[in-house]
């Protein structure tokens, strides 16, 4: 099974004072880690050697917050190269990179751990650091490392092939199937199963002294599961829980104590120390107690000092006869991590806590190796599988963005808030002397439970102030806690939020007319507060900026604040070009219920102010927006139809062709029962179809009429052809013979004449 291998650093191509590669030995909380030299030549490298011939299943790298390498090489070896020893030639196997992030999203607060999935075989490893990315914060252009993890197995144990065959075999005489989902959980008994315990994070945050006694109590753990003693197993197991929070608190102290000592504050430092006996003296009573671990597990801390890690949970692992180098004297670390991770509360009888629960994160389980097909890429040009975490731990500051899915976990307030800072002190100088330093110092705090614990204290402090106090001390204490509530409504964290919220609300519904403060110290609660407000309706966590329209809405109808008519007045004021779509989207909404609400009569809304601030959204660049702004103007419409009209450009303007405007002028006709302009162009588009439809009819009955006229035509002119032709006849007969007397009658009666021709 892989678990942790020890090393030791063989060389590597420089450090700053104080930062030698042999701090990356030890793997403790206060570890200030290896530092390149300041301007110094790329790449630099760095050579470790393990304390046996291994096979390397996994890297953990935890890089510097902001003196980063852009990206750092593998190199494998089974012995040292010739530049090392003469007589052995062997050469570094390269294994690939892995490239580090920037960091500029978090500011350069927050460091990376990055573990990379590999499978080689050797005893030294070399890694190589490139060029450093650029940031204000790295002057001298350095790279630093903090710690690296190898996780790994025996080489000489066995064969891998092997173990898989034989497992494989047992597995087909059982009855199991690896894919039986059934099994899942557990992987403890499996070949490449890695430990909790041995993750770079379980080390890099917990006191050396509680890890080593977390590491024997799951041994027996298992010990006690194999025996089948399962009641056993589950309280050393759940005791397992409670030591990680222990030690997790212990390691922060222990910080807490280093910075107190650099800033040379050496009654904090004792403070700390003593914290710390009192703490661990308790925790340590307690595990007697129950019986959970003997005395010779426990030795003081002065008594243990950080070894290198040449620790292996492997049963037939042998400790090779290394030579350690003698460690430098280590500078201590300007700069430290402060907040560590938070923890959970626990069920468990087992008091641990000093004062206070805590919130607790256990380290990351190890993550199966992700399978890739890179087979395509020439090898060294390969990046090698790699999961990066950026835990909250490592973080400026020990508290999740929330989001939609839920707030951060609390169980109570760990220690006591740090003091303010000078500039703190100077911002909240008169906040202070009406509430006092240690309450505003918790308004402050990096720890978001004191920030909520302090606005929940003055909650009470108001509720409870009696009505003989004079209304100056009232009115001073009123103005401190709109201050401190100005600075929660800005909070990312949504308890505070919300404390800040319930905070405001009693004072203007509970406070001010329970001392009949007048409405002078109401108009400062709102105008103090409401921008801010309406900012945090614009948030990026959709829960945040429902609460916070919710509360406006509500506070605008509280009776006190509603005969003020503030509110509207913040509402209409026109969008800004650049304003995000969340933030008008909320104004739109927050203004179309407010105005079913209030009304436009001498309630705040006017029809002009509104109508100037529907004007503007309409131009506004999402188009979201602009939808909302059509529904707002037409819902006014509905009610003051000329003065909507007013505020809209004429019918000329050029405006009034677009197709925003035709859809807002469409739903005023709606309104008015008249037809639309699209209904009107159907109209006389149908209009003018019957007519052309008449006109064609028209055309074809006078055309038939046409071809009847020329039907009788041909007929006379047919008539008239064949009288003219009998004529003719006659006459040739008249002028060829003569005429008889009879013929002469015939010839007037045909032509009406007595002449002949």
């Not at 089974?78 to 490239?99: H, M, W």
């Not at 801010?532 to 509360?551: E, K």
């Not at 304003?579 to 009304?599: E, I, K, P, V």
């Not at 009107?680 to 439809?693: C, L, N, P």
Request: a neutral charge; glycine letters at 4%.
């Amino acid at each position: 099974m892989p678990h942790k291998i020890g090393f030791v650093v063989v060389s590597s191509s420089g450090h700053e004072d104080g930062f030698s590669a042999r701090e990356l030995m030890v793997h403790a909380p206060t570890v200030s880690g290896w530092r390149s030299p300041r301007f110094c030549q790329f790449p630099q490298e760095i050579v470790l050697q393990m304390v046996e011939r291994c096979r390397i299943r996994k890297l953990q790298l935890l890089a510097h917050q902001y003196m980063i390498a852009s990206k750092i090489e593998f190199y494998v070896s089974e012995s040292l190269p010739e530049y090392f020893a003469p007589y052995q030639a062997e050469r570094f196997r390269r294994l690939g990179y892995v490239s580090l992030c920037d960091n500029e999203k978090t500011g350069c607060k927050a460091r990376e751990l990055k573990s990379v999935y590999v499978d080689a075989v050797g005893q030294f490893l070399k890694l190589i650091f490139h060029q450093n990315h650029i940031n204000k914060y790295n002057v001298y252009n350095q790279v630093a490392l903090v710690a690296i993890n190898i996780i790994g197995d025996p080489a000489d144990f066995s064969d891998e092939s092997n173990i898989t065959s034989r497992e494989k075999l047992i597995d087909h005489y059982l009855g199991h199937n690896t894919e039986d989902p059934a099994l899942e959980g557990t992987c403890s008994g499996k070949s490449d199963y890695i430990s909790p315990l041995d993750d770079l994070a379980f080390d890099m945050y917990q006191d050396p002294e509680v890890a080593q006694i977390i590491r024997r109590l799951d041994e027996r753990k298992h010990e006690a599961a194999q025996r089948e003693r399962y009641d056993d197993a589950k309280t050393l197991k759940q005791a397992i829980a409670d030591l990680q929070k222990v030690g997790e608190r212990l390691g922060r102290y222990e910080v807490e104590k280093r910075c107190a000592v650099e800033k040379e504050d050496y009654d904090l430092a004792k403070e700390k120390k003593q914290q710390m006996e009192r703490y661990r003296s308790r925790v340590y009573g307690q595990l007697r107690l129950h019986e959970l671990v003997g005395a010779e597990l426990i030795r003081r801390p002065l008594d243990l000092p950080l070894q290198p890690l040449v620790c292996s949970s492997s049963p037939c692992h042998k400790q090779p006869a290394l030579t350690l180098p003698q460690p430098e004297e280590r500078g201590t670390e300007n700069q430290f991590a402060d907040p560590f991770l938070q923890e959970k509360p626990s069920s468990h009888p087992l008091d641990i806590s000093p004062q206070h629960c805590t919130v607790d994160r256990s380290p990351p389980a190890a993550d199966p190796p992700p399978k890739t097909h890179l087979e395509s890429l020439p090898y060294d040009e390969r990046p090698l599988p790699a999961t990066r975490k950026q835990p909250g731990a490592v973080a400026a500051e020990p508290e999740r963005r929330d989001t939609d899915s839920g707030e951060p976990p609390r169980a109570g307030t760990t220690g006591e808030p740090e003091p303010l800072t000078e500039k703190a002190l100077r911002e909240a100088s008169s906040a202070v002397d009406v509430l006092g330093e240690a309450l505003v110092s918790g308004a402050y705090s990096k720890t978001w439970s004191h920030r909520e614990d302090a606005l929940l204290a003055l909650y009470k402090q108001l509720m409870d102030a009696p009505a003989a106090t004079p209304k100056e001390d009232l009115k001073s204490t009123l103005r401190a806690a709109v201050f401190l509530i100005r600075r929660a409504i800005r909070d990312i964290v949504t308890p505070v939020f919300q404390a800040s919220l319930k905070l405001l609300k009693m004072i203007i519904t509970q406070y001010i007319p329970k001392h009949k403060l007048g409405k002078l110290e109401t108009t400062h609660c709102v105008e103090r507060t409401i921008p801010v407000l309406l900012t945090r309706t614009g948030d990026s966590s959709a829960r945040l900026r429902v609460i916070a329209s919710n509360f406006i809405q509500e506070m605008a109808l509280f009776k006190e604040v509603k005969s003020l008519q503030l509110i509207p007045s913040y509402l209409v004021q026109p969008l800004k070009a650049n304003s995000s779509a969340h933030l008008a989207m909320s104004q739109m909404a927050l203004l179309a219920h407010l105005l079913q609400d209030l009304g436009t009569e001498g309630m705040g809304f006017t029809v002009d102010s509104v109508m100037r601030f529907a004007v503007r959204a309409l131009e506004h660049r999402e188009q979201k927006v602009r939808e909302a702004a059509v529904g707002l103007v037409l819902g006014l419409y509905a009610q003051h139809r000329a003065r909507v009209l007013e505020r809209l450009p004429p019918e000329e303007c050029a405006a009034r062709r677009s197709v925003l405007y035709r859809t807002l002028f469409e739903g005023f006709a709606t309104i008015d029962g008249r037809p639309t302009d699209a209904e009107v162009r159907a109209q006389k588009r149908a209009a003018t179809e019957e007519a052309e439809k008449r006109k064609k009819e028209e055309i074809k009955a006078l055309q038939g009429q046409l071809a009847a006229l020329k039907e009788m035509q041909a007929d006379v002119q047919e008539k008239e052809s064949e009288a003219a032709k009998a004529k003719n006849q006659v006459y040739a007969f008249f002028v060829g013979r003569g005429a008889t007397p009879s013929q002469k009658k015939a010839w007037i009666s045909i032509t009406g004449s007595t002449a002949l021709c």
